[in-house]
Structures are given as structure tokens and as C-alpha cells.
T-cell receptor, first 113, second 117 residues
């Protein structure tokens, strides 16, 4: 069964600090992995996408990594800001058929002053 | 960028009534739409997947007769919560994608907060 697990479940950090969120998956066959940010009361917004051949990709202060061998991904946030407070969801898409999408349980990040 | 419009953004209804939520893709053809439910402080829970022109596929534990999904066109899907009860109060979100566009993101609506009194 395809699964996506994220850790930690929740995280509180001080403004300006860095943090790393983890995503482990068992989706097969793998097509791509995407990190989404969901602000409270809003729909998720895509931050970055990782395909099989990509190891690292940055989007501003967000850097995602992918290890396709161990089926792990991380999202590193640098110099956190209060506006980074949100839920971060890892979503893995499998290839073939209707491209099944599996959602992670999310990590709720709170950045405090 | 691609936009998904979800309407209404919030609704309050009485127990026993039905509520319809619309999800529209504004500038692309959404061959697949997903419907989710999200309880406070929890992650998205996929309820069902619908492909244009065919019946929706429901996740285990989701009652298809209670949550009616229609995806009659490439730009519109609707979720109808029938005979709503207070326990159906939740945040409902849709997302849309296109078949064959593996690397394109899912585009999410901004959600509908349903309160059943």
C-alpha cells in the first residue's frame, strides 16, 4: 500500500532559526514528490517538485532534497519568518494509470518571535 | 498560474439539509479532481477522486450516498453533503489536476468551511 509519512508532526522554532522537515514514502512506481505549504484556512500551495533524477532543489529560503534509493525527502527552511507558520504537506505521485497521488499527514510549523 | 475556484468559502446549514460545494478550474481542463476533508489541527483526508465523465472513487470509510460527487465537465466538480449532521462540520477542499501532466502541481481551492447546526 502506498504510504507517505512525515515527521515531526509539529514543530515550534524561534524566528530566524532553520528547521528541517522529513518525508518518507513507499509509493511505487514513483513519478515525483512535491512539497506544499498550507496556511490555516486556505488551500495548499506548491513549493517545489522533485523528480526521480533530482537530489536538491531550492526555492528561496526553501530547499528540498530527495533520496530516491532510501525513499526519503526533506524540506529545509532557512532563516525562518513568522509567515512560515503553516502546515507543510509532502505529496507523492506515482506514474501510470491515473497517476495516483498519496498525501502525507503534514507537519505543523509554528515560528514564534 | 492555474486557478481553482471553490464556492462557497463558508456555509452554515441546519441538520438534515443538503449542501452543495462547487469546484471550478478557471484556466485549464481538470481531468481529475480530488475532494478532501480536514478537521481542526489535522492533515488533509482524501475523500474521493473523480475523473471527468465517470463515477467517483471513494476512499474507504467515506459514504458515497452521503457525499455525492459529480464531475460532469472538465472545469466543474461538485460535492453535495446530503442530510448533513453536526459531525459533518469540517473544512472541505478540492484540488484539480490534468491526466498525463505528471509534473504539474495539483491546484487547490481555498476550501469551504461547513458548519452544521
Amino acid at each position: 500500500k502506498n504510504q507517505v509519512e512525515q515527521s515531526p508532526q509539529s514543530l515550534i522554532i524561534l524566528e530566524g532559526k532553520n528547521c528541517t522537515l522529513q518525508c518518507n514514502y513507499t509509493v511505487s512506481p514513483f513519478s515525483n514528490l512535491r512539497w506544499y505549504k498550507q496556511d490555516t484556512g486556505r488551500g495548499p500551495v506548491s513549493l517545489t517538485i522533485m523528480t526521480f533524477s533530482e537530489n536538491t532543489k531550492s526555492n528561496g529560503r526553501y530547499t528540498a532534497t530527495l533520496d530516491a534509493d532510501t525513499k526519503q525527502s526533506s524540506l529545509h527552511i532557512t532563516a525562518s519568518q513568522l509567515s512560515d507558520s503553516a502546515s507543510y504537506i509532502c505529496v507523492v505521485r506515482s506514474s501510470g494509470g491515473y497517476q495516483k497521488v498519496t498525501f502525507g499527514t503534514g507537519t505543523k510549523l509554528q515560528v514564534i518571535p | 498560474g492555474a486557478v481553482v475556484s471553490q464556492h462557497p468559502s463558508w456555509v452554515i446549514c441546519k441538520s438534515g439539509t443538503s449542501v452543495k460545494i462547487e469546484c471550478r478550474s478557471l484556466d485549464f481542463q481538470a481531468t481529475t479532481m480530488f475532494w478532501y476533508r480536514q478537521f481542526p489541527k489535522q492533515s488533509l483526508m482524501l475523500m474521493a477522486t473523480s475523473n471527468e465523465g465517470s463515477k467517483a472513487t471513494y476512499e474507504q470509510g467515506v459514504e458515497k450516498d452521503k457525499f455525492l460527487i459529480n464531475h460532469a465537465s472538465l472545469t466543474l466538480s461538485t460535492l453535495t453533503v446530503t442530510s448533513a449532521h453536526p459531525e459533518d462540520s469540517s473544512f472541505y477542499i478540492c484540488s484539480a489536476g490534468s491526466r498525463g501532466r505528471d509534473n504539474s502541481p495539483l491546484h487547490f481551492g481555498n476550501g469551504t468551511r461547513l458548519t452544521v447546526t
